[in-house]
Structure formats: C-alpha cells, structure tokens
Nanobody, 115 residues
Framework: QVQLVESGGGLVQAGGSLGLSCAASRSIFSGNVMGWYRQAPGKQRELVASMTSGGRSTYVDSVKGRFTISRDNAKNIVYLQMNSLKAEDTGVYYC?????????WGQGTQVTVSS
C-alpha cells in the first residue's frame, strides 16, 4: 500500500523557519530518491529538493542555502527544514519519489509566508 503523509506546515512571517516531515510507506521510500515538491497558487507543481538513499541532495536554485532536505531510512521519513522563508515560498508542499512513477500524492501541507 502506498502512503505519503506530510505534516509541519503553517503560517510564518517572512524570515522565519518551518520544518516539514513526510512519513512514507516502505514501498515508495526504500532505495528511491525522495523529494519535496511545491505547488504555489496558480502554478504547476515543482520539485524543490531531493535526496538519494545514500544522502546526496539537490536543490532548485531558489531555495539553495535556505532549505535542507534529510531522510531517515530506518523510519521511512523525509524532512525539509526551511529557513529564511520568503513570500514566494508559499504553497502546498508534497513529498514523493523522484521521478514520480505512480499516480499518487499525499494530501500535502500548506505553507504560508506573510510578508
């Protein structure tokens, strides 16, 4: 059974921080690249950070130096620490494998950054 449960979003002022968590089922997590995607209002969903099972991470330029992705391979959890948040970081954040091979997404977690 595929399951992705994101949590940790909220409302924060610009410059603040939030930490997101995603609990994934073993079938989608184990051995796969996992990532955090963001869907801003009126925009397509984009991949903002990803990490291989071995711990190598990549980031979209807009979040480099501010976001940090990590994962706990024993617990099937992927995290996203977001610092120095900006209004343009507002959106619904989802975790999923990279690339996505299944037509399945969790409910996401809303992040709203007020300027």
């Amino acid at each position: 059974q595929v399951q992705l449960v994101e949590s940790g979003g909220g409302l924060v002022q610009a410059g603040g921080s939030l930490g997101l968590s995603c609990a994934a089922s073993r079938s989608i997590f184990s051995g796969n690249v996992m990532g955090w995607y963001r869907q801003a209002p009126g925009k397509q969903r984009e991949l903002v950070a990803s990490m291989t099972s071995g711990g190598r991470s990549t980031y979209v330029d807009s979040v480099k130096g501010r976001f940090t992705i990590s994962r706990d391979n024993a617990k099937n959890i992927v995290y996203l620490q977001m610092n120095s948040l900006k209004a343009e970081d507002t959106g619904v954040y989802y975790c999923n494998e990279v690339p996505t091979r299944r037509n399945y997404w969790g409910q996401g977690t809303q992040v709203t950054v007020s300027s």
